[in-house]
């Protein structure tokens, strides 16, 4: 076996070898677990607890023997049969310890089954026959609520499996239709969904109207239209209509695919404190055993103490001192905290980023698509004397109509919006960076900017004014012309993204006081840009290397988070301490470049996922404090003599679930227009 990658957070083993996988298959299943493959030709084993009502039936059993042999040992009828009861306990509670522990240490690894294992023959050793019953009882009690809390943490990528459906309706010529399984859909093939059905795979929809509740991919809280044209993504529900869908991705290769290994992934990434608390934990579990040697043999041999006291104090010191809660602290709590974010369509790549969320002092934002729509828009409408707003759109789309800039664009947008239809025809004519015209049977009408009316020679001077302001206001101004006079100004700009003021005055309130605009655009329109959105630092008239610069600068006052598009921004995204990138979904370029990936273009998402890192953080540390605290507590109370065996038990695997629970509280954290799952 070459190499072994156990994921905490999806109960994977990733297993590359060269001895044959049965071997390796049945070396897992003796030590109480299930093992598969995930697929033909893979060397990743999944690992889940098998015989879980075998186990909880073996506690039950404990329990009811060890209570037996308690009543036999106070009746006083038979020490005999009180001490078979707990053997009996022992042997049915500690079944898994046992044989974990005999792995263990064929592995030369010192765990908690070992210690464990150690504490119960050492108290049967010195004649304490309930104590060590209790304590293997105890600990299989522990070991269960354990697992099910844990089991809990991984709902998210359970929810998500479940979410990819196992068959299609394909579509064959002649409009016939065939049930096969999902991996058989191909590129390019044409599935049939129908109303409440989950969308099988990425593609374009190419006939049907229907709504798509896309909430587990993109987290958008609202159904999503679905017409021809549109994108759609596997695991999404289709709520009303049939769709007609061209796949455009296999099932392998589907958004939802990706997200499911992007969180498995993260979930296996160790977070700075885990790494430093495995480290720890490596030094620490054979420091605590020569402690516990040396708590028997200095009293016994220097100072002439009694043996058994002092034998069983270093039990119960090698119970208490056990990592067991140390160690899963962080891990637990990146585990919830990155399946939340998943269910709510962010994806975080690991705990080192959520960690570094919870220290941020920098967040630099691209203006255009980041905190602007990236969608031009008509702001203004200035017509002459003698000719109405309809009238100027009218002719503006006349030309328009036939263009693919995004002032174009705006236009179009601004006469659809207004049900408004174009009556003129005639012969259009592109003059690239000034404008366009259209030759109509009763003359020509001009679309452009003021070098292009100067060219036409059509007399603006009397818009002097008006475009100063325009200017000044961030604006482009289009002058529509016709037969050399002019009949208005249009206003065009790419205005602040919806919510986006209310996104950074929450990002101010977390007391992140630096927040930075970066582009390429010039001084006036990111200066009107900033400073309607109130932001203090901007930089204008950027290259994509320059931004790198600035963001490289910002890095050493401290983290720094980087939010963009994921495309033009990528170099910048991957210098910061943290890249957010906007829009991920479908889009392959921001999911593999960004640290973290908001699935859809809410800003909102930004503060939302930055509180999230400060939680983790701070859930990370009480989990460590508690930790810490419980087991020096019960080391003091151990020596004063008031702490016994059964006691550190339900301390230790106490201690174990408290942090469980602590960190699972990352998986209520609500994000906006969210419900809580």
């Not at 020490?79 to 009996?88: H, N």
């Not at 994108?231 to 939802?256: M, Q, W, Y």
């Not at 708590?295 to 058994?308: K, N, Q, S, T, Y």
């Not at 020679?457 to 050399?484: C, M, N, W």
Request: charged share 20%; proline share 3%.
């Amino acid at each position: 076996m070459a190499e072994v990658q156990l994921n905490f957070g999806a109960g994977l083993v990733k297993i590359n070898h060269s001895g044959p996988l049965e071997e390796i298959i049945r070396f897992i299943s003796s030590n109480g677990y299930e093992a598969k493959t995930t697929g033909p030709g893979k060397n990743v084993t999944q690992s889940t607890s098998n015989n879980l009502r075998l186990k909880q039936a073996l506690t039950v059993l404990s329990g009811v023997f060890a209570g037996a042999g308690m009543v036999t040992e106070w009746a006083g009828n038979d020490e005999r049969a009180a001490v078979l009861l707990f053997i009996a306990a022992m042997v049915t509670g500690g079944f898994y310890v046992y044989k974990s522990a005999v792995s263990s240490l064929k592995s030369l690894v010192l765990d908690m089954n070992v210690l464990m294992t150690v504490s119960s023959i050492g108290a049967v050793f010195i004649g304490e026959w309930s104590e060590a019953a209790t304590v293997v009882f105890l600990f299989s009690v522990g070991n269960m609520l354990q697992a099910y809390t844990i089991d809990r943490t991984r709902d998210s990528i359970k929810k998500m499996i479940r979410l990819a459906p196992r068959e299609a309706r394909r579509l064959l010529p002649g409009g016939t239709e065939e049930t096969v399984p999902v991996d058989e859909i191909n590129t390019g093939d044409h599935i049939l969904v129908r109303p409440g059905e989950n969308i099988a795979v990425d593609g374009i929809v190419i006939s049907g109207i229907s709504w798509a509740d896309q909430a587990s991919i993109t987290g958008e809280s609202k159904p999503v239209e679905k017409r021809e044209g549109d994108r759609v993504f596997a695991g999404s529900i289709n709520n009303e209509g049939s769709l007609e869908v061209k796949c455009s991705h296999p099932a392998s290769d589907s958004t939802l695919a990706k997200m499911i290994e992007m969180v498995e992934e993260a979930q296996a990434k160790k977070a700075p404190s885990q790494q430093f608390v495995d480290v720890f934990a490596r030094y620490y579990t054979p420091a605590v055993i020569f402690g516990a040697a040396a708590v028997v043999l200095i009293p016994v041999a220097v100072f002439d103490r009694a043996f058994a006291d002092w034998f069983y104090k270093a039990l119960v010191l090698l119970v208490i001192s056990c990592p067991c809660a140390l160690v899963i602290s962080t891990p637990v709590s990146i585990v919830s905290a990155i399946g939340n974010a998943a269910r709510n369509g962010v994806l975080v790549k690991g705990g080192v980023y959520l960690e570094a969320l919870g220290k941020v002092k920098n967040i630099a934002f691209d203006k255009t698509g980041t905190v602007t729509s990236g969608r031009m828009s008509v702001t203004d409408i200035f017509p002459a004397d003698g000719i109405t707003e309809e009238d100027l759109l009218e002719l503006a789309g006349a030309v328009e109509r036939f263009s693919e800039h995004p002032v174009a664009k705006a236009v179009m947008a601004e006469t659809d919006n207004r049900n408004l239809a174009s009556p003129y025809e005639g012969t259009f004519r592109s003059y690239p960076g000034r404008g366009a015209s259209l030759e109509t049977g009763d003359g020509v009408i001009y679309a452009g900017n003021k070098r292009f009316m100067k060219e036409t020679g059509i007399d603006t001077g009397h818009t002097a004014g008006r475009e100063e302001i325009l200017e000044s206001e961030g604006k482009s101004a289009v002058y529509i012309a016709r037969d050399y006079r002019l009949l208005g100004v249009l206003a065009v700009a790419d205005t602040p993204r919806s919510g986006a003021g209310e996104a950074l005055n929450q990002l101010r309130n977390q007391g992140i006081d630096r927040l930075v605009m970066l582009s390429g655009d010039n001084e006036k329109i990111v200066g009107n840009i900033a400073g309607r959105l109130g932001i203090k630092h901007y930089k204008s008239n950027l290259l994509p290397g320059d931004k790198v610069r600035e963001v490289e600068q910002m890095a050493e006052d401290g983290v720094t988070v980087m939010v963009g598009d994921g495309v033009n921004d990528a170099p910048a995204l991957a210098v910061a301490t943290v890249g957010i990138a906007m829009g991920a979904a479908g889009t392959d370029t921001a999911l593999e470049t960004a640290d973290i990936a908001l699935m859809n273009d809410e800003l909102k998402n930004i503060p939302a996922v930055v509180m999230l890192g400060k939680r983790t953080r701070a859930v990370i540390r009480q989990n460590i404090a508690l930790a810490v605290l419980l087991k020096l507590l019960f080391l003091v109370l151990t020596f004063a003599g008031i702490s016994n065996l059964w006691m550190a038990v339900f301390a230790d695997t106490g201690a174990s679930v408290m942090v469980t629970l602590n960190g699972m509280r990352l998986a209520r954290f609500r994000f906006p227009d969210r419900p809580v799952i």
